[in-house]
């Protein structure tokens, strides 16, 4: 007797051990270190409270919600501003709850001080984008209701939140989702009442192209964002057969909307000029300015390269990045926030 049989499935691709893709479709993903609320309890002194919550049930998505102490106030009221983060992590990779991105919203909270809620999203190539940004409208659906009536608000948010004051922020692929969140409540697809957008933190934006920027060619091959990763990352999240000058990727792509006539919030960007999407940062803001947004900043951070804050989080370039987002956040510097918890 002859038998045939099908091979093996094998990985056609690895992005950094973390996700693996294999040649039927599957996915394969190693366990991530977690900071969850059951194992890391705070000091009842601490500074920032924290918790998880449930904002879509269908995709079982959740956020992290934090709220500093009273008595961390910017002296001028009682209730802080809401500051809404994505993490960043390629599409494909990342979750609040990861230590960097839990460390460096504890920090958001305590330094600003903000009420930070650090959102998660579908990640690719389970959920290839749009699936991220669809996410969005569901977080924002949870945020509408959080502000339209404090019966139905979460009691920290009803005695800490200022929803007249609210944030959109995140690094790296969560600065992307950032940027088409804002441009959404800009153009009207996505409503955001009573709920008022103040403003837009973009840090290090993880922008794409078909076309190459001169720092991209010149990325250095021992820096942690690669040319080589940016392509596999963006090849594991964009729909199948889709170019790097997909909307989603590229905000100036041939098929992406004008934004000219997008009612934008003041956006306040952040990179590392050692980054290899500074020429990205550098030519969002040109063309936004271009288009007659003159209330764009773009901040670089001399020998800093992409997500510097997030791998050396008590770097100085770490603390003059939240000296940075206070003033933006607040229009001057604000009180002295107050000391962080002993790690």
């Not at 009221?77 to 504890?106: E, N, Q, R, T």
């Not at 984008?129 to 404090?150: G, H, T």
Request: proline share 9%; net charge negative.
């Amino acid at each position: 007797m002859s038998s045939s049989t099908s091979p093996l499935p094998h990985v056609v691709e690895d992005c950094l051990g973390l996700v693996q893709l294999l040649s039927d479709g599957t996915v394969k993903r190693a366990p991530a270190a977690l900071v969850l609320p059951d194992n890391a309890p705070l000091p009842s002194a601490a500074p920032v409270k924290w918790k998880d919550v449930v904002y879509d049930e269908t995709h079982d998505l959740s956020l992290r919600m934090y709220v500093p102490s009273a008595d961390a106030g910017d002296g001028c009221a009682k209730k802080l501003p809401v500051f809404v983060y994505f993490h960043g992590g390629g599409f494909c990779i990342g979750s609040f709850a990861m230590a960097d991105f839990h460390a460096a919203c504890l920090r958001l909270a305590a330094e600003l001080p903000a009420v930070v809620l650090s959102a998660d999203y579908r990640l690719a190539p389970e959920h290839r984008l749009p699936a991220a940004l669809d996410d969005v409208s569901s977080l924002f659906s949870w945020l509408r209701a959080q502000a339209s009536s404090s019966a139905a608000t979460d009691p920290w948010l009803a005695e800490s939140a200022d929803f007249g004051r609210v944030f959109i922020s995140g690094d790296s692929a969560g600065a992307n989702i950032a940027h088409h969140a804002v441009v959404g409540c800009g153009s009207g697809s996505l409503a955001a009442a009573p709920a008022h957008i103040a403003g837009c933190v973009l840090l290090w934006p993880y922008f794409g192209g078909e076309q190459r920027t001169a720092s991209e060619a010149a990325c250095p091959a021992d820096a942690f964002m690669t040319l080589a990763l940016y392509d596999q990352m963006w090849r594991l999240a964009l729909p199948a057969g889709a170019t790097r000058d997909h909307p989603v990727a590229n905000p100036f792509g041939p098929d992406s909307p004008v934004l000219s006539p997008v009612d934008l919030p003041p956006l306040l960007v952040a990179s590392g000029d050692r980054d290899m999407l500074i020429d990205r940062s550098r030519d969002y803001v040109a063309r936004l300015k271009a288009a007659g947004k003159n209330h764009v900043k773009l901040v670089e951070f001399a020998g800093q390269g992409h997500a510097f804050s997030i791998f050396k989080p008590n770097s100085e370039a770490a603390a003059e990045l939240i000296r940075v987002v206070r003033q933006f956040v607040y229009g001057c510097d604000a009180p002295a926030p107050a000391p962080a918890p002993p790690s």
